[in-house]
């Protein structure tokens, strides 16, 4: 029996947690809204949906390059002043000495400039950090739990109540009943304050196609697998790219490097589908095939995206990899469909190989099935396990 004391106790830790996840989600929403505006501003609509800009190149060399600009100042002969990604704040809130918020300011705004100027990042990274932050910074540090639950609450851009807790899972302080509350107010936070963007949104109101017989579920399962491998080798492509920059230092060694990373996001604002921002707001009226693209340049660009994602992350523009990886995954897949396309269908293909990129990319399986659940609606769901499958064989094989 649950004495009336831990009943209670239960109960204020969940309605703190979800008070603390509604704050955090709220807040996220905010932000993500005044960065979306931002950024069909400078870049415009068509930009943000993927197309080239129609803008002159010249003015996207200066506005991408003046950002990098920016970035470098921002972070020059500073030691911590680049925006952690997700699991680096994760495993920062778990370290005994706790959350490190001297240089969250310097953080923040480089994580801002770097969505802003269209790098090839997600919100996620920024969105946990500063949340973590003001978390930090309300309770000075002295309740984990509530910032965890924050955090929990700011994964409501991805609007689905259990992504919160498979990043958050493992330890005593995301016990089911704090982070599932917490959760379940980001989401309603982000909802209310964010209500029209399509930011997590995913395929929503694509229609399904499923395999009618025995023949096309064989060419499914075949496509599938086939896809998860095609993943496979993209997520060790970005994982090995990040390595290989990683050891150069370039930052370290040329602080101006961050400028030089927006030169050449300037150069595929201009001329290339699909390869700038983080890519969701793309996925929909890709897989709906509103544009022509040849099968070479829908790989092309999905290739082009996970080079400017590591490109990105090791010199200075700092932000998160799921939503960038997932489109780009998803137009090699396309790409490779159009290519073959006697086996499978697309959702298999463009499914198949986000399950294999994201088993390599994400340390969690599950995370990185309920990640890929949530952002594609649905869509393919089988060949994202089996995506998923291939991409862990491969690895234990690897």
């Keep these: 029996m649950v004495s009336k004391a831990t009943s209670h106790s239960l109960l204020l830790g969940s309605l703190r947690s979800l008070g603390a996840g509604a704050a955090g989600g709220a807040l ?5 809204l005044i960065t979306l505006r931002l950024q069909g501003q400078i870049w415009g609509e068509a930009v943000l949906r993927g197309q080239p800009s129609q803008l002159p190149l010249a003015w996207c060399l200066l506005w991408a390059g003046g950002i990098g600009l920016l970035i470098a100042l921002l972070q020059r002969r500073q030691a911590g002043s680049r925006l952690p990604e997700m699991h680096e704040t994760l495993s920062e809130l778990r370290h005994p000495s706790g959350l490190q918020t001297r240089h969250g300011a310097r953080q923040l705004l480089g994580g801002a400039l770097a969505l802003i100027g269209g ?10 950090r500063l949340v973590a932050v003001a978390s930090h910074r309300i ?3 002295a309740d984990r739990n509530l910032i965890a639950a924050a955090m ?3 994964l409501g851009l991805f609007r689905s109540p259990l992504v919160g807790g498979a990043s958050l899972a493992g330890r005593h302080w995301q016990l089911l009943w704090r982070w599932l509350p917490a959760t379940l107010g980001g989401i309603a936070g982000f909802v209310i304050f964010d209500g029209l963007s399509d930011l997590g949104g995913g395929l929503q109101g694509v229609p399904y196609g499923w395999p009618q017989d025995q023949e096309q579920s064989l060419s499914a399962l075949l496509a599938a697998g086939l896809a998860g491998a095609v993943g496979t080798l993209c997520g060790l492509l970005l994982k090995h790219w990040r390595q290989w920059l990683n050891g150069l230092d370039l930052t370290g060694r040329c602080w101006w490097s961050p400028v030089v990373t927006g030169l050449v996001l300037g150069l595929c604002l201009w001329g290339l589908p699909l390869a700038p921002f983080s890519g969701e707001v793309q996925l929909k009226p890709l897989v709906l095939g509103q544009w022509q693209l040849s099968p070479l340049l829908l790989i092309a660009s999905g290739l ?6 590591g490109g990105c992350l090791e010199t200075g523009w700092r932000g998160g990899q799921f939503f960038p990886v997932i489109l780009a995954s998803s137009a090699i ?3 490779f469909h159009e ?8 959702e298999s293909w463009s499914s198949g190989v986000v399950g294999g990129s994201l088993s390599v990319l994400l340390g969690s399986p599950l995370l990185a099935l309920l990640l890929g659940l949530t952002l594609l609606q649905g869509h393919g769901a089988g060949a994202l396990v089996i995506g998923l499958l291939v991409g862990q064989m491969l690895q234990n094989n690897h």
């Design 304 to 309: 082009v995206k996970l080079l400017l994602v």
């Design 339 to 346: 290519w073959l396309p006697w086996i499978g269908g697309m």
């Design 119 to 128: 790098g090839a990042l997600g919100p996620e990274a920024l969105m946990t």
């Design 139 to 141: 309770w000075r540090g």
């Design 28 to 32: 996220a929403a905010l932000v993500v």
């Design 333 to 335: 897949g396309i790409g």
């Design 152 to 154: 929990a609450g700011s």
